[in-house]
């Protein structure tokens, strides 16, 4: 069965940082693109990175609005993921969901981790 | 940035009746490989969203026959041939051609 279980969110004050981690299991992680997607309360979803395989070069990639404070990351003996935030915003408050991706969409979602915002 | 445009948002349905979802795009979704990633996703009340159709009209394992996808180019459609109250949530469809967008979602309820 696959599982995604992501952990690490919480409250952080404006300015500050946070990593959260997602644990794989139950697919293989080594060779699989995978992904982070955020969902404001009330909100869409929307999408803030991808990091490939290493095998296709471990190259992440972002959306414009993202400006160099988020970082995805892997560590394959572990089968975890990380998106590392930093300068976080208020508008960044949302429920953030590690994804495996598959014929260019995400194809198993965790359960998400809540990132707050505020001070 | 492609857009995706999904009409109506809000669709009450009656339990045993159809129900579609429009999904409009920008541009057109067609890659260089000739495949066209447009998906749908289901998420329920409280639940992380769940994948239903890929590349259009494929539908991912365990997803209900009640469930079918089409289209091509820029419009795009998702059909529930007769509702059931486990269908209750938000649908959203989401491109995979030009990195990844997402329509705004549109909420279905039981009438």
């Known amino acids: 069965e696959v599982q995604l279980v992501e952990s690490g969110g919480g409250l952080v004050e404006p300015g500050g940082s946070l990593r959260i981690s997602c644990a794989a299991s139950?697919?293989?992680?080594?060779?699989?693109?995978m992904s982070w997607v955020r969902q404001a309360p009330g909100k869409g979803l929307e999408w803030v990175g991808r990091i490939k395989s290493k095998t296709d070069g471990e190259t992440t990639d972002y959306p414009a609005f993202v400006k160099g404070r988020f970082t995805v990351s892997r560590d394959d003996s572990r089968n975890t993921l990380y998106l590392q935030i930093n300068s976080l915003k208020t508008e960044d408050t949302a429920v953030y969901y590690c994804?495996?991706?598959?014929?260019?969409?995400?194809?198993?979602w965790g359960q998400g981790t809540l990132v707050t915002v505020s001070s | 940035d492609v857009v995706l445009t999904q009409s109506p948002l809000s669709l009450p349905v009656t339990l045993g009746q159809p129900a579609s979802i429009s999904c409009k795009s920008s541009q057109s979704l067609v890659y260089s490989d000739g495949n066209t990633y447009l998906n749908w996703f289901q998420q329920r009340p409280g639940h992380s969203p769940r994948r239903l159709i890929y590349k259009v009209s494929n539908r991912d394992s365990g997803v209900p026959d009640r469930f079918s996808g089409s289209g091509s180019g820029t419009d795009f459609t998702l059909k529930i041939s007769r509702v059931e109250a486990e269908d209750v949530g938000v649908y959203y469809c989401?491109?995979?051609?030009?990195?990844?967008?997402f329509g705004q979602g549109t909420k279905l309820e039981i009438k």
């Open positions: 994804s495996s991706l598959n014929w260019g969409s995400f194809e198993y």
């Open positions: 989401m491109q995979g051609t030009h990195w990844y967008t």
């Open positions: 139950g697919f293989n992680f080594i060779n699989a693109w």
